[in-house]
């Protein structure tokens, strides 16, 4: 599992409190602290040997008879997209940019590396500059600074900034403040103010933008009264792990009133509160981010062809082959609500005037700009997402396809295995070998797989990278490789497949799909991996996904009322 460092969470806060104070009450308070990030890796952990079945050194397999028991608490700090949507939730649109530490996405997402990283020493300096930047934004306009207080403050630390700094508080922390905050904050908009209290106030907001209860979500638990052996997170915390999962933004004012009333301890509240949350087009928003990472198409951005050697790869494919993918996420999600599994299968997605002429298929009303639903030909060679240009594209070099990169993503992605890296004196480049009678890429591949250190691993992930050979380094469909007919025959698992339409005819009864799509939306909701102890929530969370049809909202809603989502562990001393 991945956690903090044995300091603990609590002994993590007052590290963070107590961080870069200087002279300035307004920077000197409650400061995150700085230490080297621990990057890690995009896909997870190293090792040796066949794929795990569900991924990871936590996510295994315990005893079915084990009862279910609750992982220790995380301190997840807000992703960038999470800081900037918090931003705009507190002080409105339209503020400028700020520089901000990049995210790291172990294990796929980037909602682990907010649990698995600290923030550097120019991250803390990122913050500071952010919140002096944006703070002075909003108070040196008479009319912005005006709308966010709700009144003009008479003198410094009088009842109207007392009454902003409550409700303002409230929103940054995600939970009331306590009296000694206030006063805290209150003291710090009068010190400061030099006789205007505007000034104060923009000095009291800059200081709580830097505070840990604003940039970390803390969610610690409380005692649960119906089980004396676990936590309970409070009706705040549930509050902000709702809103960051449906939303991938704070709570808003009603969902705090929620969580004020005690209605999120209860399923009845929780599940009203969520159904809103999704009927709200930020679930849209954060669906798309949750899928974007899930099915990595960040590195769409970093794709590049020659436009001599691929003339139909245009400097706008890529963008059109990402919003394809969208398009057929949210088409299953929020217009069909259907079996999210068919993202694997489905011989329907939407395409425009360039996606048309790289599919062959008509497309009536397509334009460069505007998309329209097709059906993939039932005697044609695609189906699912696999067989879409964003993944062909993604998983294939500049000049020559990737078997190798396409069987990993789909053992990786698709059935949550992990496939151990190649050692590192190996030479992967499968280019021009003088020693090799090779004329394809199977071929030498094949030839590749006579070297034992290499055998291992490519006889698990070569098969079903095979059976996408008829696709060339731009997704088109192709016969020929080399001037040599194509071979996409292969296997997963020793079941033998011929092509990619074989494969996502495979995939819609394979039980790993659904297994998998449950555990990756575990590991983004929660920011870690699932311990051993969680296996029995998770499974009946897949039960209970199977018997909604694999309907991908309904699992949404499953896992807000899980207990999983719900329990956290008592932190354990070192």
């Not at 931003?87 to 649990?115: C, S, V, W």
């Not at 020659?306 to 929020?334: C, G, K, N, Y």
């Not at 990756?520 to 909604?548: C, D, M, N, V, W």
Request: with cysteine; hydrophobic share 35%.
């Amino acid at each position: 599992m991945v956690r903090l460092p044995r300091l603990g969470i609590a002994g993590a806060l007052i590290l963070l409190g107590s961080a870069c104070q200087d002279d300035n009450p307004a920077t000197d308070s409650d400061q995150p602290a700085s230490s080297t990030a621990d990057t890690g890796g995009s896909d997870g952990p190293t090792g040796t040997g066949a794929p795990t079945s569900t991924g990871g050194e936590s996510d295994t397999d315990g005893d079915p008879g084990d009862p279910f028991a609750p992982a220790e608490p995380v301190l997840p700090r807000l992703t960038v997209s999470q800081y900037r949507n918090a931003i705009e939730h507190l002080l409105g649109p339209g503020l400028p940019g700020t520089p901000l530490e990049p995210d790291t996405n172990p294990y796929l997402f980037y909602n682990i590396g907010a649990t698995s990283t600290f923030i550097s020493e120019l991250g803390v300096q990122q913050y500071e500059e952010a919140a002096d930047h944006l703070s002075r934004a909003v108070f040196d306009d008479p009319a912005r600074r005006e709308a966010l207080v709700g009144c003009v403050p008479a003198t410094p630390g009088d009842a109207c900034v007392q009454g902003f700094l409550g409700t303002f508080g409230r929103r940054a922390y995600r939970r009331p403040f306590t009296a000694e905050e206030l006063t805290r904050w209150t003291d710090v908009a009068n010190q400061l103010s030099q006789g205007d209290a505007w000034r104060g106030l923009q000095f009291a907001v800059a200081g709580i933008l830097q505070s840990p209860h604003f940039l970390y979500r803390v969610e610690l638990g409380e005692p649960d009264p119906g089980d004396p052996t676990r936590l309970r997170f409070t009706g705040w915390e549930m509050a902000t792990r709702v809103s960051f999962l449906l939303w991938n933004s704070p709570p808003d004012d009603l969902l705090l009133d929620a969580a004020g009333n005690g209605d999120l301890y209860t399923d009845a509240g929780l599940l009203a509160e969520a159904e809103r949350l999704l009927d709200d087009p930020r679930a849209r928003v954060a669906m798309q981010e949750f899928f974007a990472q899930y099915l990595d198409l960040a590195r769409l951005d970093h794709v590049t062809r020659d436009p001599a050697r691929w003339p139909m790869f245009s400097p706008t494919m890529t963008r059109s082959m990402r919003t394809e993918v969208q398009l057929l996420v949210d088409d299953l999600i929020h217009r069909s609500d259907s079996d999210i599994r068919q993202l694997f299968s489905t011989r329907h997605t939407f395409v425009n005037a360039e996606l048309a002429k790289l599919y062959d298929v008509a497309a009536e009303g397509a334009s460069p700009i505007t998309f329209v639903p097709v059906d993939l030909p039932a005697d044609g060679p695609r189906a699912g997402i696999l067989t879409l240009g964003a993944f062909l594209t993604m998983n294939a070099h500049e000049t020559i396809t990737s078997p190798t990169n396409r069987g990993k993503y789909l053992r990786e992605r698709v059935l949550c295995q992990i496939i151990p890296p190649p050692p590192g004196d190996v030479d992967t480049d499968l280019g021009d070998d003088e020693n090799m009678d090779a004329q394809t890429v199977r071929e030498k591949l094949e030839q590749h797989q006579n070297d034992p250190v290499c055998a291992g691993c490519h006889s698990i992930i070569d098969p079903p990278g095979f059976l996408f050979e008829h696709f060339d380094s731009i997704g088109a469909y192709r016969t020929l490789d080399n001037g040599y007919p194509i071979d996409a025959t292969g296997n997963l698992d020793n079941i033998p497949l011929d092509g990619a339409r074989d494969l996502a005819e495979a995939l819609k009864t394979d039980p790993r799909v659904g297994r998998c799509i449950v555990n990756q939306l575990y590991r983004h909701a929660t920011g870690r991996l699932a311990e051993t102890s969680e296996q029995p929530a998770l499974e009946a969370l897949e039960q209970r996904f199977i018997k909604a049809d694999h309907r991908f909202k309904q699992l949404l809603l499953d896992l807000v009322v899980s207990e999983a989502f719900r329990t956290v562990a008592e932190e354990t001393d070192a």
